[in-house]
């Protein structure tokens, strides 16, 4: 992978942050974004900038043919054997919101259970939660490992006949774990409850096939794979999503309306209430053909390159803690002795490194780990060896400034 040309199609690299090169270590949090989708979307509004599926003139039918374009590009991307299986919705929290309120608030009654685990972001914690009190249904957490993974005997032990839901990330944004999502799916499936899989940090680091994983919902964020902000997908399976209700309603999800009464679309519209977020599907959709072109295996292989050699220069670095498996995706979560990881990412901006500082979204794993907050240092298809060792030396720098404590 020529990393040096992927690099020259991010333009927002190409700058000094106080005085340093920017080296931008954040992309768990959202990716950057290349020239080609910046270049869609402001193509779209400067030439074709039309509501869709309303209007039969020129330009009008040009977006409608650009939005509908991008969702059989996803479809292709992931692997959905019908286009009517991929829903637009704003992100990753919407998409796991959506089959919360829909299937989950018609599926679940007094005794049923829903099974996650404690790994996850707030969002596919929280709607499960307000879920679990309108339906009398029980919350179950999948114990973890000590490194942060889970282990299939527990998931056994976890998922009951009165399981009906389980919902579980596919990588953790925390500790890199690589979660076996076509096993426990198998064992949802096995107890004859359903699977949803909070896809944000897996679609855009790995190829996913979501047949092959035989999940039964998949949620993924466009801005995490190169795409804007603001658009995300659910795929479901074509047979829940026919049984499952909107949420939202108005303008562009109806057949019909009456005074009293009124009829949705078909899939997959009848879940894309108003206007759609067409801008936005263009960039998904100019995002998809940039990572098809350089390779999803091939930015698989980087990243693991990149993770493995940050490990070993980080497990250098005296009193700093890394959380997490061995075997990871690309991102180090880690604290540098009693130093705050704000005051830690404070010092790494001052060198022009970006990284993340906090509880991630993720307070139930934070106190699991026995910490308040983390900083966590993510890698994409744009990062180097080079910005790695950059990580090393602001953090070796870090300790001079906070000497006292080591």
């Known amino acids: 992978m020529d990393v040096k040309s992927i690099r020259s199609a991010f333009p927002i690299l190409d700058q000094e942050v106080n005085g340093h090169p920017l080296v931008y270590l954040d992309s768990a949090a959202t990716s950057q974004k290349p020239i080609e989708v910046i270049e869609a979307v402001n193509n779209y509004y400067h030439l074709n900038n039309s509501n869709v599926h309303r209007g039969v003139h020129t330009i009008g039918t040009r977006a409608t043919d650009l939005y509908e374009g991008a969702r059989e590009k996803v479809k292709q991307f992931i692997g959905a054997k019908n286009v009517e299986e991929i829903i637009f919705t ?18 679940l009654s007094q005794g049923d259970e829903i099974v996650i685990s404690k790994m996850e972001h707030h969002s596919n914690i929280i709607p499960w939660q307000q879920i679990a009190k309108v339906t009398g249904a029980t919350l179950k957490y999948i114990p973890l490992e000590t490194d942060g993974t889970i282990h299939l005997d527990n998931v056994r032990k976890t998922i009951t006949p009165k399981t009906k839901i389980v919902a579980v990330t596919h990588v953790s944004n925390v500790l890199g774990t690589i979660n076996p999502i076509k096993e426990i799916t198998k064992i949802a499936h096995e107890n004859d409850a359903v699977i949803l899989v909070d896809g944000a ?26 795409a804007p902000t603001g658009i995300g997908v659910l795929y479901g399976k074509k047979q829940l999503l026919e049984q499952m209700e909107p949420v939202e309603f108005g303008g562009e999800m109806i057949d019909f309306v009456d005074l009293y009464d009124s009829t949705w679309k078909e899939l997959p519209w009848k879940f894309e209430g108003g206007t759609p977020i067409i801008a936005g599907a263009v960039g998904l959709g100019a995002a998809i053909d940039f990572l098809t072109e350089v390779g999803l295996d091939n930015v698989t292989e980087h990243e693991t390159m990149l993770v493995n050699y940050a490990m070993e220069q980080l497990t250098e670095i005296d009193k700093l803690t890394i959380y997490g498996p061995k075997h990871r995706a690309g991102l ?5 002795a009693d130093v705050h990881p704000h005051d830690t990412a404070t010092v790494l901006d001052a060198e022009g490194i970006a990284v993340r500082a906090g509880h991630h979204c993720a307070q139930p794993l934070m106190k699991w780990l026995d910490v308040t907050a983390t900083a966590r240092a993510s890698f994409y298809l744009y990062n180097t060896v080079d910005d790695v060792d950059n990580l090393v030396a602001g953090l070796n720098k870090a300790k001079e400034f906070f000497g006292d404590v080591f």
């Open 90 to 107: 704003r992100g990753t929290t919407t998409a796991i919101n959506l089959v919360a309120q829909s299937y989950g608030k018609s599926h």
């Open 201 to 226: 940090q897996g679609v855009p680091h790995m190829k996913v096939d979501v047949v092959d994983l035989d999940c039964d919902f998949y949620a993924f964020s466009g801005h995490k794979m190169c």
């Open 332 to 336: 180090v979560t880690f604290n540098l």
